[in-house]
Structure formats: structure tokens, C-alpha cells
């Protein structure tokens, strides 16, 4: 299972970097090629524009990629911090940051994002800006109840009593415990800012033309679906393998860190 | 059970203090952004005052809450209907989509959890394990588009999209119902797995009952507490799953209204559909816990 996620990450890895190399053409238009289906110029055939899609979706990997990675680090920075400075803390603190994130564990799913994205406007930044304000919840709570297990630790305690100060305490005696869950976290999240991304774009909410994404060009392969089906089974099959593969990333991660349960 | 549900109501203010302050976030003026360059300076007023939105903002939301409690939702701005009346014409079907769903997720669910609970550790077990976790993973808008190529355009047995005949349901309804029978697998054979270690269906064969009745009888119904809160909870994501599967079939329900308005820049509607959706949510879920302490007395003290 390891060696099969492993090869399948590299496989893409190496996909992005020969598409770039060998300069393949992610926005150019060719008329003649319309929906044309796969062959041995276009191995993956051409979209509605005839424009290539094995290019389109080797780019559409670059740019969700780098959205979940930046959108993983700001929000497991924001979480991570509120949920250490609650969970320590305790009290106050802590009863209005739950009662906030309450609030934005009621709406369900992507519902959130869809809503931030609507009022803010499509294009990347907006998309980026709408995943972060609503990702960090999940970090929040998961360092709150980790810091607050690790609260009365006598290490904790030991540091405290020797005058440490707060943010010490927080980065050098509780931080590097908390290190192996979220890492974990981190690699689920991974995967499901790419699905969040894929879902706004499908919407229309996120990445614009001409620019490639991965949600945009299923929304065209299913327009195009009666004509030309291989157009969306390319995007779909590549989009399967990248999430199956991350995900079995963060299980074998799970296992090896021997991390019981990244969800709280 | 009280203090449950008085556990809500900060949450039910927030929800809507935030689908109020929504329009806000709009950049600049959001006015402008919904009337566009053409509108002239009376359109705008108009709007503008018709909206409230000249009133200070504590004004606002105690007038917006108002409204709300009289089941007003304002009106659209795109075609001027009251929106509380395109809301009554569309979330039905988004209940209905949602209610087929279910069935499907339990109808698959249920039994492969079973299946894989009694042949716990086996190859069967291992398969179905596999394939619920990964198939969990993978999101609408990739298996809706999928099973409509194989069902709707390779085999040709179902309709695309739309929603003309009856069979039009049936793969929205799969496309939601796959996902959620692959939590219900897991839950179901975790449940069903720690029933069959218990000692009353240890004592259930001992009296020489058959297997059949010993996993129904017995263990089924003892391990369906778990399923139910599951369901509960469930239903919840259903209704914001069905954004984006009611935008692949075209399936005219409240997530579909949701997406078109978001698309017309309609934003009463946007911060309407917002706020139905989390509330329904809010209260599927309080409803689920509610009932879950009315069914396990272990719970009820808690």
C-alpha cells in the first residue's frame, strides 16, 4: 500500500515536472482539435477549445497543489495557535473560541466556503482567502484537547513552577507533543482542501479561465459528457488516483506515528 | 435534555448574526456589485434603502431578525419574487433527494457492515473495508459525474439530468447515497462488532437460537443505537452535499437556488439558501441527539 501511494505521488511529481520541461501547452487554443479524442499528439485528447488536456490537468495538479499546501499551513497556524492559547489558558479564552468555532462547525460541509467564496468574488486569492477562514477550525480543536490533556503533565508543571513564560511553555514543552498528530491532520487536510478547491472551482467559484483547475474542466467534461466522454474520465481518474494516493499517504503516517485518532 | 436544547440557541444566533453579516463581507459596495455599472443613482437608492442597508448595522440585524420571524426572507433581487416563496418551491425537492439518499446509504450500508462484521479479520471483511474508506473519500462532483457516464451515457438506462421523469432521482440520489453508505459501513460493522462480544448474544446461542436470528434478533437491533445518531448527523451533510450534486444533475432543489444566485449575484437569496441550509442542519442534528437519549436510558442521566 505504502510503495503504491508512493508511486503514484512520484508518478505525478514527475508528470509536472516533464509537462513543464518539455513545455507542453496548457492555454493554447487549436481549432482543429476540438473534442478531438485521444491520440498520439494529444494523449489525452482536447477540450472544448482544443486546447490539450493531459497539459490542462498537469497544470490544474500545480496550481491545487500549491492551494492546499498554502492553505494547510496559514490554517494549522491559526488553529494550532488558538487552540493552544484556549486549551492552556482555559476559562474564558477557551469558552469563546469554542463558542465560536460552534458557529462554524454549523454549517455543514463546504457550505461555509461556498458562502465566503460567493460574497467575496471568484479568482484564486478570494479562493484561497474563503478555504483559510474556514479551515482552521478543525486544528483549533483538535490542539485545544490535546493541550488541555497535556495541561497537568509534570514537565508542564516543572517549566511553569520554574518561571517559564507562556509562550516557552507553549512551544518548547507542548508543541513538539502535539507534533506527531498534527502532521497527520495535516496530510488528511491535505486531500481535502484539494476536494474543497476542486468543489468551488466545479461551482464556478474558484479558479477562472483560462487558468486550469481541476473542478472547472470536470464541470466542462460533463457539459461535454454526450460528445466527448474521455474528457471527463481523464480529469476523473486522474483526480481519483491523487486523492486515493494522499490519503493512503495519511494512514501510513497514522500507523508509523502511531497516532490513535487525528479526529476529536 | 433543556439544557440541550438551550445549548443551541447561542449557536442559532450566531448562524445568523454571521448569514446577516454577510452581505458586509462583500467587497466595496455591495450594491453596486448586485446592480452592476448600468443602474442609476435612484435604482440604487432604491435598492439600497429596500435593503436597509443606509440604517446603522445594529439597526439592521434587529430588523433582519424581525423579518426573519415572520418568515420573511425579503425579496430577490433578480426577479423581485418574495424569496420566502422560491425557497417553498425548491426545498422540497432538496428533502426529497435527501430522503432517497438515505434509503440508498442504508439500504448498501447496513448489510456490507454486517457482512463485514461476521467475517471479521477475513478477506470479505478487508474488501469491503477498502472499499467503503476510499470510496467515502472520493467527492460528489467526481462520482456524479462518473456514474452519469456509465449509467446515463455508455448504458443509456437512466436519464442524464433534469428532473422530468421519475427516474431522474436515481442518480443524484446514488451519487449521495454511495458516500454515505460508506460511513454507514464502518459504523455498522464497529457497532455490530462490539454487540457480538457482549454476553447476551453469547447466551442467545447458548439457548440454541439460530445464527439468523441471534444477528437480527439480538445484535442487529442492539447495534442500530450507533446507526441512528450516525444517520442524524448525516442527514445534516446530505443537505450541503446536495449543492453541488443538484448542479451536476440539475436537480431544481435549494442548492441548485443557492448556485444560480450566486451566479446572478443575488445575494438575498445567497445569504437565504445560507442560512435554510445551516439551520436545517442545526436542527437535524439537536433532534438526532435528542432522540438518541430518548432511545439508550445510559445516555439519559449524561
Given amino acids: ?264 | 435534555m433543556l439544557k440541550r436544547v438551550l445549548g443551541v440557541v447561542p449557536v442559532v444566533f450566531g448562524v445568523l448574526l454571521f448569514t446577516f453579516l454577510l452581505i458586509h463581507l462583500v467587497p466595496g459596495d455591495p450594491v453596486e456589485v448586485m446592480l452592476g455599472d448600468s443602474a442609476t443613482t435612484t435604482d440604487r437608492e432604491a435598492l439600497r434603502a429596500d435593503l436597509g442597508l443606509n440604517q446603522p448595522l445594529i439597526q439592521q440585524f434587529g430588523s433582519y431578525l424581525n423579518k426573519l420571524a415572520h418568515g420573511d426572507f425579503g425579496l430577490s433581487i433578480h426577479t423581485r419574487q418574495p424569496i420566502t416563496e422560491l425557497i417553498r418551491a425548491r426545498y422540497p425537492a432538496t428533502l426529497k433527494l435527501a430522503i432517497f439518499s438515505l434509503i440508498i446509504g442504508l439500504a448498501i450500508g447496513v448489510p456490507l457492515g454486517i457482512y463485514a462484521a461476521l467475517h471479521n479479520g477475513k478477506w470479505q471483511d478487508l474488501v469491503v473495508t477498502i472499499i467503503s474508506v476510499r470510496l467515502s473519500a472520493m467527492p460528489a462532483f467526481w462520482l456524479g459525474p462518473m456514474l452519469m457516464l456509465v449509467f446515463a451515457v455508455w448504458l443509456g438506462w437512466l436519464p442524464v439530468s433534469g428532473m422530468e421523469s421519475s427516474a431522474s432521482i436515481i442518480l443524484p440520489a446514488l451519487t449521495l447515497g454511495f458516500g454515505l453508505s460508506a460511513i454507514l459501513t464502518r459504523m455498522t460493522r464497529t457497532s455490530m462488532l462490539e454487540v457480538l462480544n457482549e454476553d447476551f448474544i453469547r447466551t442467545a446461542r447458548a439457548k440454541g437460537l439460530s445464527e439468523r436470528q441471534v444477528i437480527v434478533k439480538h445484535a442487529l437491533r442492539a447495534a442500530l443505537l450507533p446507526i441512528i445518531t450516525i444517520v442524524g448527523l448525516q442527514m445534516g451533510s446530505l443537505l450541503a452535499g446536495t449543492v453541488i450534486t443538484e448542479t451536476i444533475f440539475s436537480w431544481d432543489g435549494i442548492g441548485r437556488l443557492l448556485v444560480e444566485s450566486i451566479e446572478k449575484r443575488d445575494y438575498p437569496v445567497t445569504q437565504a439558501c445560507v442560512l435554510v441550509i445551516a439551520l436545517s442542519y442545526v436542527v437535524v442534528n439537536t433532534a438526532t441527539d435528542i432522540a438518541y437519549r430518548f432511545a439508550d436510558p445510559r445516555v439519559r442521566s449524561a
Fill in chain 1, 1 to 264: 500500500m505504502k510503495l503504491f501511494a508512493l508511486s503514484i505521488l512520484i508518478f505525478w511529481l514527475v508528470a509536472v515536472v516533464l509537462g513543464r520541461v518539455t513545455g507542453l501547452q496548457p492555454n493554447d487554443i487549436d481549432l482543429n482539435s476540438i473534442l478531438a479524442a485521444p491520440n498520439a499528439q494529444l494523449w489525452l485528447g482536447a477540450d472544448d477549445l482544443g486546447r490539450d488536456i493531459l497539459a490542462r490537468v498537469l497544470k490544474g495538479v500545480e496550481v491545487s497543489l500549491w492551494v492546499s499546501v498554502t492553505v494547510t499551513l496559514v490554517t494549522m497556524t491559526i488553529g494550532v495557535f488558538l487552540g493552544l492559547m484556549a486549551g492552556f489558558l482555559g476559562g474564558r479564552t477557551d469558552k469563546i473560541l469554542m463558542q465560536i468555532t460552534d458557529i462554524f462547525l454549523a454549517f455543514p460541509g463546504i457550505l461555509l466556503a461556498i458562502a465566503f467564496a460567493a460574497v467575496l468574488g471568484a479568482g484564486l486569492g478570494n479562493l484561497i482567502v474563503a478555504l483559510c477562514l474556514t479551515g482552521w477550525v478543525s486544528y483549533a480543536r483538535l490542539a485545544r484537547a490535546q493541550t488541555m490533556s497535556l495541561r497537568n503533565r509534570q514537565h508542564v508543571i516543572a517549566a511553569e513552577s520554574l518561571g517559564a513564560s507562556l509562550s516557552r511553555i507553549l512551544a518548547r514543552h507542548i508543541l513538539p507533543l502535539l507534533a506527531s498528530v498534527l502532521i497527520v491532520e495535516a496530510t488528511y487536510s491535505l486531500a481535502s482542501v484539494m476536494i474543497a478547491e476542486a468543489s468551488l472551482s466545479f461551482l464556478g467559484l474558484g479558479i477562472q479561465a483560462p487558468n486550469a483547475s481541476w473542478g472547472a474542466m470536470l464541470r466542462d467534461g460533463v457539459r461535454y459528457m454526450l460528445v466527448a466522454p474521455h474528457y471527463v474520465l481523464a480529469v476523473g481518474l486522474s483526480m481519483m488516483s491523487l486523492v486515493l494516493a494522499i490519503n493512503l499517504g495519511g494512514d501510513y503516517l497514522r500507523d508509523k506515528l502511531d497516532v490513535k485518532s487525528a479526529q476529536s
